[in-house]
């Protein structure tokens, strides 16, 4: 996990200003230092609202903008990279092909928070391969689909995530049953899956505070309509309507590690006496969950399964942190790989001499 200080100086977003002017967090940055250039997205688009959280979350959370690599792959979503923390690292890669640049980096420095941007195109259709191999792998990373049904960059046509019945401005009707990205992650095991509307910023900005926390891959799946595109009556990807079908499973509340470190003695909460849930993150940080979904359990992957469909049935989009597993495997440990990052060890060690290479090829004969 990349090394990050938690939090903010006063654990709001607002500390100490810089000199009299903007707050700073604690590496005294402002969240203007988490920009990037000026976004070329159409007034109005759902990526632009959601790029604006991740500056947010990655500031208010502290992160060290040079352990930072954003990637992408093509699509409108895979534009928004540039959009936000500019003094990071970056790679734009080609289509669906994001994965792979994350399992690589992931791999070669821990100590790098990779951030890939995708987008519906990009993961459920071409993409979809590497998507699945990259969950399995649970690769160290946050995963940000951006969904808004429509293939944007060429003129509006379904993308796998359309739902049956949705209409194009044209008055063309999806007839595919539509992919659903969080059931596809929760059912091959990512370890957190949540499902958020850019038009819900709180909402959506605890739950990338809490992926930037957590230690593992974080999918955080986001409907972010298309005003261009679809945005009209007929379009199930309109704000209207998912401002209509989004339903929340639970208030939810990012606590972060330096102010749940003030009370170390407190007892955790598992919701059952009925008061708010608390599940706790790798840094130290928890989420505090007052249940609006009656008996959903994030932590029960079947019936998160069941819970999802069933909502899907009724027209009904559930949303928040919808699965989330604190101690599976990462890749790295998975592969035991050394604690010290790959991309800094010497060639001494990397570069087998002589005698192992004569050990291995004797292994072949």
Same mark, same amino acid.
């Given at each position: ?83 936000? =923390?500019? %003094?990071?690292?970056?790679?734009? &890669? @080609?289509? *669906?092909?994001?994965?792979?640049? /994350?399992? #690589? +980096?992931?791999? =070669?420095? %821990?100590?790098?928070?990779?951030? &890939? @941007?995708? *987008?519906?195109?990009?993961?459920? /259709?071409? #993409? +979809? ?237």
């Amino acid at each position: 996990m990349a090394k990050i200080v938690s939090g903010n100086v006063a654990g709001t977003g607002k500390g100490r200003q810089a000199g009299g002017g903007d707050p700073v967090n604690r590496l005294g940055l402002t969240a203007r230092d988490y920009e990037g250039e000026k976004s070329t997205l159409c007034p109005g688009c759902g990526h632009e609202i959601a790029t604006k959280q991740i500056v947010r979350a990655l500031w208010e959370m502290s992160v060290e903008p040079y352990r930072i690599v954003k990637i992408s792959g093509i699509g409108c979503s895979s534009r928004t990279p540039s959009f936000f =923390a500019g %003094r990071a690292h970056g790679f734009n &890669g @080609i289509h *669906g092909r994001m994965p792979g640049l /994350a399992t #690589g +980096i992931a791999a =070669a420095n %821990r100590e790098l928070l990779p951030i &890939g @941007i995708s *987008g519906d195109g990009d993961t459920a /259709a071409i #993409g +979809i391969g590497q998507f699945i191999h990259l969950i399995r792998r649970n690769v160290r990373m946050i995963y940000v689909m951006e969904d808004n049904g429509v293939y944007s960059l060429t003129k509006g046509q379904f993308s796998p995530t359309a739902d049956i019945g949705s209409t194009l401005k044209d008055g063309s009707i999806n007839d595919q049953e539509p992919v659903d990205c969080c059931s596809l992650a929760i059912l091959l095991g990512c370890p957190y899956v949540a499902r958020s509307f850019s038009g819900d910023p709180v909402q959506l900005l605890a739950l990338l505070k809490g992926a930037i926390a957590h230690n593992g891959m974080a999918f955080v799946h986001v409907l972010s309509p298309c005003v261009t595109f679809n945005d009209h009556e007929g379009s199930t990807k309109s704000y209207k309507r998912i401002r209509e079908a989004a339903c929340p499973v639970h208030r939810i509340e990012f606590v972060p590690a330096e102010v749940a470190a003030k009370e170390p003695d407190r007892a955790r909460r598992d919701g059952r006496d009925g008061t708010p849930r608390e599940l706790h993150l790798a840094d130290g940080s928890f989420f505090r969950l007052d249940p609006l979904e009656e008996g959903y359990d994030p932590g029960d992957r079947a019936r998160a399964l069941e819970r999802i469909a069933a909502a899907a049935r009724d027209g009904r989009l559930l949303t928040g942190l919808l699965y989330y597993e604190p101690n599976r495997l990462d890749m790295n440990r998975m592969l035991n790989l050394v604690e010290e990052p790959l991309a800094n060890l010497p060639p001494g060690k990397t570069r087998p001499g002589r005698e192992v290479l004569d050990e291995i090829m004797q292994t072949f004969k």
